[in-house]
């Protein structure tokens, strides 16, 4: 459900944007004092206010930009980043106040202190959450945790450069596979059922051996987890209840896994049947808005699998 970068418990770029506020008022402020101290330079300072104002709305305007995670954050875009976040301003206001206590653990010394220069973004020791129980590594899986549960530091989480989601988010989405096959190996089966744990938990792996979480090849997955990758993944193109996406339309998301299969995402000869058995057109008939189905090129689509 993470519909922008800075996403928490809110949208954390209307933080910024009052500390980008303060600093135009400041800027104002300065302004008007040299005013008064300097009769005589008046369209100098003018002009400097005015290039400051310029300044601050076009750098205000770049972090909301950024915020939404639409397309790929470039190199040049996270150095520009670093930059604008060493502009500072004056915190007057005690950090503490209003805190739980939870909260208040979290602080450093430093966040202790008041009055405070800080700068307009920040990634504080308080962004790092720490696990609530220690987590343990499991060597069966190539998925392992990182070092924190989250690190919601404005500037770490800003830099993502694919999407919204930071290391320690795709992790816990991730998981899932991980959660899901601990259960269903703690459950009895017959021997016709006993891959249903890999079934349900491998439709993140890919036909490369670089999917998770085992990190293996095509020739150890059953042709069901194969279905279900598939399944999966045309099913997320497709959906309408995604906040951090618009729906993708049948043609765009048969093309995203046409190049999949390419790329030995997925199973290539079992998206060829996907196609040729119209198993997305019977999906797309039930589930999808008329708006969605459109013309789909099935040839075209499996020349590109399998180029």
Do not use: C
């Amino acid at each position: 459900d993470k519909a922008t970068k800075l996403d928490m418990f809110t949208n954390r770029i209307h933080e910024i944007r009052t500390r980008y506020e303060v600093l135009k008022r400041d800027a104002e402020i300065t302004y008007l004092k040299k005013r008064i101290d300097d009769k005589s330079n008046a369209t100098l300072l003018q002009e400097n206010y005015l290039r400051t104002i310029k300044e601050l709305d076009e750098e205000f305007a770049f972090i909301a930009q950024s915020n939404l995670g639409d397309e790929f954050y470039h190199d040049d875009n996270i150095d520009r980043l670093h930059n604008l976040a060493t502009r500072t301003f004056t915190r007057t206001l005690d950090k503490r106040l209003g805190l739980s206590w939870e909260e208040t653990q979290l602080l450093s010394d430093s966040d202790k202190q008041t009055p405070s220069i800080e700068t307009v973004l920040q990634n504080n020791s308080s962004h790092l959450i720490p696990w609530d129980l220690n987590r343990k590594t499991d060597e069966q899986f190539n998925l392992q945790p990182h070092p924190f549960k989250f690190n919601h530091g404005e500037i770490y989480n800003l830099a993502v450069q694919r999407g919204t989601l930071t290391n320690e988010e795709r992790f816990l989405i991730n998981d899932h596979i991980i959660q899901t096959i601990n259960m269903l190996k703690a459950l009895p089966y017959p021997d016709h059922l006993k891959n249903i744990p890999l079934i349900a938990g491998g439709h993140h792996e890919q036909m490369s051996g670089k999917g998770y979480p085992y990190g293996i090849p095509a020739s150890e997955l059953p042709i069901t987890a194969r279905m279900m990758a598939i399944a999966d993944i045309f099913e997320a193109l497709t959906a309408s209840d995604r906040p951090y996406k618009t729906p993708k339309k049948l043609s765009e998301s048969l093309k995203i896994l046409a190049f999949m299969a390419k790329n030995k995402h997925i199973d290539a000869s079992l998206f060829s049947l996907f196609l040729t058995d119209e198993v997305y057109l019977n999906y797309a008939d039930k589930f999808l808005s008329s708006e969605q189905i459109d013309d789909v090129n099935i040839h075209e689509l499996i020349e590109i699998s399998n180029s």
